[in-house]
């Protein structure tokens, strides 16, 4: 195990997170390991989520180039119904 940390909890929240804990049959300490994992994990995939976005919207910017939602949006319920659809063409912004 790495190096320990020191959480001062709330009362009330320290009695949720025992209470948590107990109904998934883990010690406070692993809940916490595990939740504190948990949103490590969510916050490395917003901000991946949003640099792409980042580099998406540069992408725009650089060629002007853009599919119209609906057009995709019928795209893909056609392919997910099995119907062969015409693929979304890329226009000028």
């Known amino acids: 195990m790495g190096a320990s940390t020191s959480l ?3 009362d009330a929240l320290k009695a949720r997170v025992a209470s ?3 109904a998934s049959g ?4 692993a809940w916490m390991v595990e939740a504190i994992e948990v ?6 995939r917003r901000r991946e989520f949003v640099g792409s976005a980042l580099r998406a919207e540069e992408e725009v ?6 599919h119209d939602a609906d ?5 893909f319920l056609a ?3 099995g119907k062969v659809a015409r693929r979304p063409r890329a226009r000028k912004r």
């Open 8 to 10: 001062k909890l709330p």
């Open 20 to 22: 948590a804990a107990a």
């Open 26 to 29: 883990k010690t406070a300490h």
């Open 39 to 44: 949103q490590a994990l969510l916050a490395e």
């Open 61 to 66: 910017a650089q060629y002007g180039l853009v």
């Open 71 to 75: 057009e995709v949006a019928s795209y």
């Open 79 to 81: 392919r997910t119904r």
